[in-house]
């Protein structure tokens, strides 16, 4: 049996799966081995010039294909969107969020360069990171003021109840669990009330770490005895508010 990357026709089918699998470095170098081996190989200049980001680059490998076989339809119309894309006058675009990387594409909404790993797809087009943030839900648009809101509101009942739950969890396991579950919704729903039904990552991140902040204030004279008490009292805390907050 013949090794697997031995062949031409081996090669190229890996590196068409890299390709299919965003893997574009592995499919470049797979695509180059194939052309160092066979210069005149359409399907490997085809395929390099499919995972190649450079415009330039691009356009002289889907030429390439066309120079060596003229009716090369997928080429020819490759190319021809590429050059409609392109900028006038031969100037050079670059990303707006990686200045160092040349690319042909703009985001749909605020026209800023984007390369292929900005570009995020979308309804109205590819959009750029910014503009895709900007179209989450309102309720996921979370500033600074709202987020200190919750976060006060959060720390201050973490440390009352931390404080009195100091007084039952030395009851065992069952009070602990059962006390973080409810400390936790409590939390969570005046987190979502104090920050007008804001939710999201950040306002989960900024619930949590209040909750084990004012949890440690509150129970900061408790004995060491149940410790592990109040570690699983204040773990069943935070998950129970950050389930809430989703």
């Known amino acids: 049996m013949t090794p697997l990357g ?13 390709a299919r699998t965003g893997d574009q470095s592995e499919a470049e170098r797979l695509y180059r081995r194939v052309l160092d081996r066979s210069p005149t ?3 490997a200049w085809l395929g390099l010039g ?11 490998c889907f030429e390439k294909v066309l120079e060596l076989d003229p ?3 997928d080429a020819a119309a490759s190319l021809a969107r590429l050059q409609a894309v392109l900028p006038a006058g031969g100037e050079k675009m670059y990303c707006a969020f990686h200045p160092k990387v040349e690319t042909v594409l703009r985001c749909s909404q605020c026209g800023r360069p984007i390369c292929v790993r900005c570009s995020q797809p979308h309804a109205v087009g590819q959009l750029c ?10 309720n996921y648009q979370v500033r600074l003021l709202p987020l200190l809101v919750v976060g006060g509101a959060s720390l201050a009942l973490a440390a009352l109840f931390g404080w009195l739950v100091t007084y039952i969890i030395a009851f065992g396991f069952i ?19 104090a920050g007008k039904r804001r939710r999201g990552i950040s306002v989960q991140l900024t619930v949590g770490a ?10 900061a004279a408790l004995s060491m005895d149940y410790i592990i008490f109040f570690v699983i009292y204040g773990v069943v805390a935070i998950g129970s508010a950050v389930a809430w907050l989703r």
Request: proline share 6%.
């Open 50 to 60: 499919t995972v190649l980001t450079e415009p330039t680059r691009k356009a002289e």
């Open 6 to 18: 031995s062949t031409l026709e081996n090669l190229l089918r890996e590196a068409n799966a890299a």
């Open 129 to 138: 990171p910014i503009c895709v943030r900007e179209r989450r839900p309102l």
């Open 71 to 73: 009716d090369n339809a």
């Open 210 to 219: 209040c909750i084990l902040l004012g949890s440690i204030a509150g129970g």
């Open 175 to 193: 009070p602990a669990i059962f006390g973080g579950a409810l400390v936790g919704s409590l939390i969570g729903r005046v987190a979502l009330w």
């Open 41 to 43: 190989n359409v399907a």
